[in-house]
């Protein structure tokens, strides 16, 4: 029986040494962080200019792979599911808060199943409408909204994506029900909304300035409790009488739940770096936002962060009724 204690004990010791190394040697390949929302939308957008700051910081590339659809949660159901090895990640948003209370079904635990890596960013929406919608400022798109009701059409990410909750906020607060219509991400609604096929939408600045700034869509107001500096002009919901209305989008990245802490630390360690990037602070400042104080871009900030938004979002959605299969 001792003869086998050693061999044990030694294939024990080798294992333990080898997932020491792999921690210790990481990254030694490609990472892949999956957005669970369509390309070309606002989370794409932050999501990638974090990864090309962390390929720089980290010298393994990061790729961006969008995998859209139900709010997230066709995305985040495969990277709770990826091997948590630090070479499968995600960045998500509020979304990540709101899913387990608007979902009955949920292929996944939206905290059990993470482990934070930190907060990225936290951003300002803007009511927003196709280019030629009458309603020629916030005042005058509440009254139209009020007398039109369902024949307004307005699009989302789908159920529990941060457009979708900031409409469940706004018809709330106007005690209206337009038509809502689901996309995959805020990139190709926003392509609908460039064409004339849906009316208006809440979405975030990363996504809506490029395109108020060229005039093809029309902007009417912002979530925030203050105007903020990149579009002076226009004015707060509550400004226009919305009372107490804020809703801005932050962002988190996650790893597979087992991730182990050195390899989730690395990673924090890289995306402060990234957070203090002049050409991301720039780019982020030009769509609208800034990237959190670094403090906040750690795991144990993100975890509380997300626990508390989590119970947040449970009120928000049981108020409001609005439940998805
Ligand atoms: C959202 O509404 O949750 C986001 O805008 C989705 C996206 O980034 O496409």
Redesign the pocket.
Known sequence: MPRILPIFAALLMTTAAGAAFAQSDYPNRPITIIVP??AG????TVSRLIAESMTRSLGETLVVENAGGAG?TVGAARAARAEPDGYTLMIN?V?QASSGSLYRKLAFDPDADFDGVGLITDVPMTVVARKDFEPTDIASYIAWVKEHGDEVLYG??GVG????LCGMLLMDALDVKMTTVPYK???PAMTDLLGGQIDTMC??TT?TIPQMTSGAIKGYAVTTPERIEVLPDLPTLQEAGLEGFEMTVWHGMFAPAGTPPEILEKLSGALQVALQDPKVIERFAQLGTTPVPVEEATPAALDAHLAAEIAKWKSVVAKAGEFAD
């Open positions: 929302h369509a939308g606002p989370t794409d997230s948003h979304a989302h990410a994506s941060a457009s979708h991400g805020t990139g979405d975030q996504n």
